[in-house]
């Protein structure tokens, strides 16, 4: 039905105000519909706080609506156990609502069966409404729970023809102040922010966000900077990350270099490091390195900016799960110019990485296009 998909639509913004605020668990977003209107809504807004479900619930308490005979839609299967809540299968089979629509089921075995459980005490149950974007707001959360690692995204900013700086290598800068301002909210939502040893040494970047006060992330902790690199900066290096934060700084590096004396140095700063192995192309096998910064520093997400070569890197080792590229209305057309995307081999059009298109948005005098792997 049309407007099965209209309610799911605003369960689906309302999932994305948990952005930032409820990792580890999954974004969620439920609204209550009576005689064909919305009544009510809520989303899961914090970790270990209620889940969309029970927020919805206290909304429609709060508004003096009866729920009996109401119908509710839910991006996710109402979880199933009892974890740092009550089910919330057991609470809206008590609460009287009549139909359940789900989005997508809970690909979690451990909370999931709430479906199951709703049909049994009787009420009607519908899934899949608009599924595919119900499962792309739990992507995250899906990759980290089954694979053992952090759920990537790569943000590039280009030109149309696809450059992230001139010859000379000048980004500055490419996209627009609202795009800029949209990347330290993307950094507020993760635990992590991934550059290559090339950005590290000619940006000095900070990778922290910087957020007006006003902003609802901006209390959110500071991400860890991770950098990916054989070629280790000096342990008293003038650079920002080395002077104000090593002990929130990871490097990624080969396994000689971690056990070299300058590794050893770093180490004595309060910056950590993880040795990895060479993968079969001779580049860091970067998996390694990305789930000891899921298991040894709770990096659930993370965002890497950078540069083209690192992109490449992690596109050819198959760890990219979502794309964030920003389009400025700019065009180099020089072919020395440096590309969003290098290092790779690709004899054939068939070869190449394929993905779809999750999202497409203006920011500012940007384009922000979001991509997921088609695998």
Same mark, same amino acid.
């Given at each position: ?69 109401? %119908? ?28 359940? &629509?789900?989005? #997508? ?28 974007? #119900? ?40 996209? #627009? ?30 990778? %922290? ?18 950098? &990916? ?74 965002? #890497? ?71």
């Amino acid at each position: 039905m049309a407007s099965d998909a209209a309610f799911m639509a605003r369960a689906l913004e309302l999932a994305e105000r948990g952005r930032g605020f409820v990792t580890p668990n999954p974004r969620v977003g439920a609204v209550l519909v009576k005689d064909g209107a919305m009544v009510a809504a809520g989303w899961h807004k914090v970790f270990g706080g209620p889940h969309a479900e029970v927020e919805c619930l206290r909304d429609a308490e709060a508004r003096g609506i009866d729920v009996a005979g109401t %119908t509710m839609y839910v991006t996710l299967e109402p979880c199933n156990h009892f974890g740092k809540t009550p089910p919330c299968s057991r609470t809206l089979l008590e609460s009287g609502v009549a139909r359940v &629509v789900i989005g #997508c089921l809970d690909p979690n075995p451990v909370a999931g069966g709430g479906a199951e459980l709703l049909r049994q005490g009787g009420v009607a149950v519908t899934v899949g409404i608009m599924e595919q974007e #119900c499962r792309d707001a739990i992507a995250d959360f899906v990759i980290y729970k089954t694979l053992g690692r952090p759920a990537v995204t790569l943000k590039l900013a280009m030109t149309l023809d696809g450059r992230i700086a001139t010859r000379t290598g000048d980004s500055g800068w490419v996209s #627009c102040a609202a795009s800029r301002q949209r990347v330290h909210r993307m950094r507020a939502g993760v635990q992590a922010v991934l550059v290559g040893g090339g950005t590290l040494r000619a940006d000095d970047p900070r990778l %922290t966000h910087r957020l007006d006060a006003d902003d609802a992330l901006a209390g959110n902790p500071q991400p860890q900077a991770v950098v &990916v690199t054989r070629r280790l900066p000096a342990a008293k290096a003038p650079l920002a990350l080395m002077r104000h934060r090593p002990e929130a700084l990871v490097i990624l590096t080969g396994t000689a270099q971690a056990a070299s004396a300058a590794g050893t140095a770093l180490t004595k700063e309060g910056v950590r490091l993880f040795g990895l192995p060479d993968a079969p192309d001779g580049s860091l096998d970067l998996l390694p390195g990305l789930r000891r910064l899921r298991e040894e520093a709770n990096v659930y997400t993370i965002l #890497c900016e950078g540069g083209g070569g690192l992109a490449g890197t992690l596109l050819g080792q198959g760890l990219v799960d979502e794309l964030a590229v920003f389009y400025a209305p700019k065009v180099l057309a020089d072919a020395a110019a440096i590309p969003g995307f290098s290092g790779l081999a690709v004899p054939r059009m068939a070869d190449a990485a394929g993905f779809r298109f999750s999202a497409v948005e203006r920011v500012g005098e940007d384009i922000l296009v979001t991509a997921r792997p088609l695998a």
